[in-house]
């Protein structure tokens, strides 16, 4: 047991905060992008895009950006390629513009084969919005970047990229095993003493 405790750090708190904003964000996209197109008083036919789409592909970016940055600080090498591009497949789902203030509305879809299919994607929304928000909290709160260490990929290739990164062979050729000194045996240090 020699793992040290964790320090505090003043700007976990505040930091955590903004994730927490910037996971409101992604849960109503199209509300967000809304809001801040008319706090900024940005006419739609001047509107760089007019689409709210931007929104959530710039976050799942931005999130997979993070996730690419911490497991490269954390130490897994090329691993952490497919991890970033599975937390952002992750992202884009979790941050997909579906309206949640209306699951009341959905359940009253006519055709059981589209309600049940919103459903779901509603569903898959919130858990891999949960998940992320998972990593988050233990990013600052529990493990540190020990988290992107274990993070577990679905990626064949990286976690081949893990294994490889950290077995002898990936180090280069190993100069020959020098026999051992004579004088460093259990023998002559029982004969001679030390």
């Not at 959530?56 to 090498?77: D, N, S, W």
């Not at 299919?117 to 233990?138: D, E, G, N, P, T």
């Not at 540190?144 to 180090?171: C, D, I």
């Amino acid at each position: 047991m020699t793992q040290s405790p964790r320090q505090h750090d003043g700007w976990r708190w505040p930091a955590f905060f903004l994730w927490m904003l910037f996971f409101a964000a992604g849960l109503f996209p199209e509300w967000v992008y809304y809001q801040l197109r008319d706090a900024g008083q940005v006419a739609t036919q001047r509107a760089l895009t007019n689409s709210f789409y931007l929104l959530p592909l710039a976050m799942a970016g931005f999130f997979a950006g993070f996730v690419f940055v911490r497991c490269r600080e954390a130490g897994t090498g090329e691993a952490a390629t497919g991890k970033a591009v599975q937390v952002w497949i992750l992202a884009l789902v979790a941050f997909l513009p579906i309206r949640l203030e209306q699951v009341v509305d959905y359940w009253n879809i006519p055709v059981p084969e589209y309600r049940r299919l919103i459903l779901s994607m509603a569903s898959v929304k919130c858990i891999a919005w949960l998940y992320l928000l998972s990593i988050v909290f233990r990013y600052h709160f529990c493990s540190g970047y020990r988290l992107f260490q274990r993070m577990p990929s679905v990626f064949p290739s990286s976690r081949k990229a893990s294994k490889t990164a950290h077995s002898p062979e990936a180090a280069g050729p190993q100069p020959p095993a020098s026999p051992p000194d004579p004088e460093d045996t259990a023998e002559a240090i029982r004969e001679h003493g030390i």
